[in-house]
T-cell receptor, first 114, second 114 residues
């Protein structure tokens, strides 16, 4: 079974540029999460989808961050414009159903903003 | 909202000895407590979890204990081996969450000395 797939794995951009990350969850997993992980810290939830609906985006900085999961499968997270403080690893995870089911993480995208 | 505190932030133990990592949570209604292991440059992976109706769970060399009264849970690794070296994250699912949102602790970097 293929795991959660993310691309790109690494991205280096200059500040004020846009950037997008893509995630394909495990087949059949209806819940998808985007996390931000700073160095030496635990993952922090940015947004959670149940199918195509964003059910928790309270931690998403909506002035510059956006996300979509149009068909309830793969998802894109965008930052426009990027700032120096956005440098971090962006993790995608998925789970089957809700209620505390195991979250499976992707390898992450390491973003460096110069 | 839920807050999860984890300590110590770093832990070094002799190979073969035991390691204990402790976490506290703030929401007394929290009901699901997973532990994730993240090796350097890799994705977090679930190693064990416990639900609020259970006080202890064991899987080979790994065990987790939960004290709901004290709002405290711990990870115990016995007979540590070099491959146990990683960052470990505890997490808790708040009771107000009807689905699978979890809050992570800040992590413990475990090093096993040969």
């Amino acid at each position: 079974e293929a795991g959660v797939v993310q691309s790109p794995r690494y991205k280096i951009i200059e500040k004020k540029q846009p950037v997008a990350f893509w995630c394909n969850p495990i087949s059949g997993h209806n819940t998808l999460y985007w996390y931000l992980q700073n160095l030496g810290q635990g993952p922090e939830l940015l947004i959670r989808y149940e199918n195509e609906e964003a059910v928790d985006d309270s931690q998403l900085p909506k002035d510059r961050f956006s996300a979509e999961r149009l068909k309830g499968v793969d998802s894109t997270l965008k930052i426009q414009p990027a700032e120096l403080g956005d440098s971090a690893v962006y993790l995608c995870a998925s789970s089957q159903g809700s209620g505390g089911n195991e979250q499976f993480f992707g390898p992450g995208t390491r973003l460096t903003v110069l | 909202g839920e807050n999860v505190e984890q300590h110590p932030s770093t832990l070094s133990v002799q190979e073969g000895d035991s390691a204990v990592i402790k976490c506290t949570y703030s929401d007394s209604a929290s009901n699901y407590f997973p532990w994730y292991k993240q090796e350097l440059g890799k994705r977090p992976q679930l190693i064990i979890d416990i639900r609020s109706n259970v006080g202890e769970k064991k899987d080979q060399r790994i065990a987790v204990t939960l004290n709901k009264t004290a709002k405290h849970f711990s990870l115990h690794i016995t007979e540590t081996q070099p491959e146990d070296s990683a960052v470990y994250f505890c997490a808790a699912r708040p009771g107000y969450s009807s689905a699978s949102k979890i809050i992570f602790g800040s992590g413990t970097r475990l090093s096993i000395r040969p």
